[in-house]
T-cell receptor, first 111, second 114 residues
Framework: DAKTTQPPSMDCAEGRAANLPCNHSTISGNEYVYWYRQIHSQGPQYIIHGLKNNETNEMASLIITEDRKSSTLILPHATLRDTAVYYCIVKGFQGAQKLVFGQGTRLTINP | DGGITQSPKYLFRKEGQNVTLSCEQNLNHDAMYWYRQDPGQGLRLIYYSQIVNDFQKGDIAEGYSVSREKKESFPLTVTSAQKNPTAFYLC?????????????FGDGTRLSIL
């Protein structure tokens, strides 16, 4: 599975859009981009995933560049409860289907 | 509400003791997984199961055992052979068919050594 690179930390003001970048320059054609977040002492929460098209759900939007080498997770109106570590994961569909979590981005929403 | 239930939330193990962590899901998912998370680190796969009565070792299976007798349940036993069991244990499940099905996690069990 391809490796991802994320900034270690970001800050965002409450009510503003939080844009979290992820680089995955070695992604292959059959690998999806997944985003999870983990609040301290809880299990990871699935947010969204995509292959090549932009995706939106009730939690967030996922923008994938045309060359698929990077993506951005957008939380449109951040709240204090969005403070968490956000993980960008690239995963194919062969083998054990394990999720490989890197260090993620620690997002802090400030009042 | 559908979801994944892990119990207990906190567990303490004495030296030489086996302990079993429970994971139950009512999402009708085919596949279930056990991960281990150490402080400040990512998740590592212990075991996974695609269907009932079948399971496969992950990256760090030594010292652990599992069973999958029911679709809803995937208990993990931490045996005395696991010399460093203190960690946060996470269970996940997903639909197996389909290439992109996300895994959904429970809230974890924190295991400590007495």
């Amino acid at each position: 599975d391809a490796k991802t690179t994320q900034p270690p930390s970001m800050d965002c003001a409450e009510g503003r859009a939080a844009n979290l970048p992820c680089n995955h320059s070695t992604i292959s054609g059959n690998e999806y981009v997944y985003w999870y977040r983990q609040i301290h002492s809880q299990g990871p929460q699935y947010i969204i995933h995509g292959l090549k098209n932009n995706e939106t759900n009730e939690m967030a939007s996922l923008i994938i560049t045309e060359d698929r080498k990077s993506s951005t997770l957008i939380l449109p109106h951040a709240t204090l409860r969005d403070t968490a570590v956000y993980y960008c994961i690239v995963k194919g569909f062969q083998g054990a289907q394990k999720l490989v979590f890197g260090q993620g981005t620690r997002l802090t929403i400030n009042p | 509400d559908g979801g994944i239930t892990q119990s207990p939330k906190y567990l303490f193990r004495k030296e030489g003791q086996n302990v079993t962590l429970s994971c139950e899901q009512n999402l009708n998912h085919d596949a279930m997984y056990w991960y281990r998370q150490d402080p400040g680190q990512g998740l590592r796969l212990i075991y996974y199961s695609q269907i009932v009565n079948d399971f496969q070792k992950g990256d760090i299976a030594e010292g652990y055992s599992v069973s999958r007798e029911k679709k809803e349940s995937f208990p993990l036993t931490v045996t005395s052979a696991q010399k460093n069991p203190t960690a946060f244990y996470l269970c996940a499940s997903s639909i197996w068919q389909g290439r992109d099905q996300p895994q959904h996690f429970g809230d974890g069990t924190r295991l400590s050594i007495l």
